[in-house]
């Protein structure tokens, strides 16, 4: 179609499944690049032996084009004082279902950043596209990729964000408004966070930069998306949306939190984490409305914690610790195979 982004990645439709580490899979990135939208995984939390399993198993399940994403956050500066009085804090919610926090936090996820491996990683298995999230890489590497004949894209949560983006030479930006699901992409997270809507944002980018923009947040069905597009964004990014599909990693907790009353309530939490993200409210929000943004050691030190917490809670037969990252479209998620919810969208796009 006459599209830019279809065009450039030769794409049958305008449509990119949000490349969400630990529920994205080579299963669902495929049957979405087949069904002729663009399928994405994201190596952000993998190692680079990990990472070219992953993306070399997703080429080995379609001929389709499919993005793989990678995390940019600024390399870790410790604290130990910090980290200790993170895990002391702990201490007594570990204890509720027997068991003792790590002794010490770890930096469970390298950046991208300077990550040479997992740069010859992405250059040798070459896929259609490369995101980028949390910042930027070098200008270097974004010249090697480009050079690999690779299109990147880069995820912007203000206008600033997005200049850096268009500055380094990148081809598409992702919009990211405040609705969306999951981790904020904000490039400074000690600065303050604008919290633009989406709508507003994609505007807001449009007139400020010459590249596409890629809607996303808060897109979860064809209508959403035919009103993106009218605003001008080059196509629409969804992740939310797609967690239900029977491809995707999310466990039975997840799915059945996404399924019930509670998706109508989300909520920003860096507690989890160490950096702002969307989650359906549950224990761990609720738990972390006392605690102070200064208090909260660095992303992803604190999530080695969070998902030690969570896998404790877990054995006990208690799931409100984990990392449900969901939009605030939650409740309009659809249990559907992937390859039938491109379809259905289009359809609604199209009836739009």
Request: include cysteine.
């Given at each position: 179609?006459?599209?830019?982004?279809?065009?450039?990645?030769?794409?049958?439709?305008?449509?990119?499944?949000?490349?969400?580490?630990?529920?994205?899979?080579?299963?669902?990135?495929?049957?979405?690049?087949?069904?002729?939208?663009?399928?994405?995984?994201s190596?952000?939390?993998?190692?680079?032996?990990?990472?070219?399993?992953?993306?070399?198993?997703?080429?080995?399940?379609?001929?389709?084009?499919?993005?793989?994403n990678?995390?940019?956050?600024?390399?870790?500066?410790?604290?130990?004082?910090?980290?200790?009085?993170?895990i002391?804090r702990?201490?007594?919610?570990?204890?509720?279902?027997?068991?003792?926090?790590?002794?010490a936090?770890?930096?469970?996820?390298?950046?991208?950043v300077?990550?040479h491996?997992?740069?010859?990683?992405?250059?040798?298995?070459a896929?259609?596209?490369?995101?980028?999230?949390?910042?930027?890489?070098?200008?270097?590497?974004?010249?090697?990729?480009?050079?690999?004949?690779?299109?990147?894209?880069?995820?912007?949560?203000?206008?600033?964000?997005?200049g850096?983006?268009?500055?380094a030479?990148?081809?598409?930006?992702?919009?990211?408004?405040?609705?969306?699901?999951?981790?904020?992409?904000?490039?400074?997270?000690?600065?303050?966070?604008?919290?633009?809507?989406?709508?507003?944002?994609?505007?807001?980018?449009?007139?400020a930069?010459?590249?596409?923009?890629?809607?996303?947040?808060?897109?979860?069905?064809?209508?959403?998306?035919?009103?993106?597009?009218?605003?001008?964004a080059?196509?629409?990014?969804?992740?939310?949306?797609f967690?239900l599909?029977?491809e995707?990693?999310?466990?039975?907790?997840?799915?059945?939190?996404?399924?019930?009353?509670?998706?109508?309530?989300?909520?920003?939490?860096?507690?989890?984490?160490?950096?702002?993200?969307?989650?359906?409210?549950?224990?761990?929000?609720?738990?972390?409305?006392?605690f102070?943004?200064?208090?909260?050691?660095?992303?992803?030190?604190?999530?080695?914690?969070?998902?030690?917490?969570?896998?404790?809670?877990?054995?006990?037969?208690?799931?409100g610790?984990?990392?449900?990252?969901?939009?605030?479209?939650?409740?309009?998620?659809?249990?559907?195979?992937?390859?039938?919810?491109?379809?259905?969208?289009?359809?609604?796009?199209?009836?739009?």
């Amino acid at each position: 179609m006459n599209n830019i982004l279809c065009q450039t990645l030769n794409l049958r439709y305008p449509i990119i499944q949000a490349p969400m580490a630990g529920v994205s899979t080579p299963e669902l990135a495929a049957a979405v690049s087949t069904s002729g939208a663009l399928g994405s995984i994201s190596v952000g939390a993998s190692t680079p032996q990990q990472a070219d399993s992953m993306i070399r198993k997703t080429l080995a399940l379609t001929a389709a084009p499919i993005n793989v994403n990678v995390f940019c956050h600024a390399p870790v500066q410790r604290n130990p004082q910090q980290e200790q009085a993170w895990i002391a804090r702990f201490k007594p919610v570990f204890a509720r279902y027997e068991a003792t926090p790590p002794d010490a936090l770890s930096e469970i996820y390298q950046t991208f950043v300077d990550n040479h491996a997992m740069l010859e990683v992405l250059l040798d298995t070459a896929p259609a596209a490369v995101s980028f999230h949390f910042g930027l890489p070098s200008a270097g590497v974004v010249q090697r990729l480009k050079r690999r004949g690779i299109i990147t894209l880069a995820s912007a949560t203000s206008v600033a964000e997005a200049g850096a983006i268009e500055a380094a030479d990148i081809d598409f930006i992702v919009a990211q408004g405040i609705e969306a699901g999951g981790h904020r992409g904000i490039f400074h997270p000690e600065n303050d966070d604008q919290q633009l809507s989406t709508l507003t944002l994609v505007q807001a980018i449009r007139r400020a930069s010459r590249l596409p923009v890629i809607a996303a947040g808060g897109v979860m069905d064809g209508a959403g998306m035919a009103a993106m597009l009218k605003l001008g964004a080059a196509g629409v990014q969804l992740g939310t949306a797609f967690i239900l599909c029977p491809e995707s990693a999310a466990n039975a907790a997840y799915r059945q939190a996404l399924k019930s009353a509670q998706a109508n309530s989300t909520e920003m939490i860096a507690a989890i984490s160490g950096r702002s993200a969307r989650c359906l409210t549950n224990d761990f929000c609720q738990l972390a409305r006392e605690f102070a943004q200064n208090a909260i050691p660095p992303y992803p030190l604190t999530y080695a914690l969070g998902k030690a917490l969570a896998a404790a809670a877990a054995a006990k037969g208690a799931y409100g610790f984990g990392a449900q990252w969901a939009g605030q479209g939650a409740a309009l998620a659809r249990e559907m195979p992937a390859a039938e919810l491109i379809n259905t969208l289009v359809a609604e796009w199209q009836a739009a």
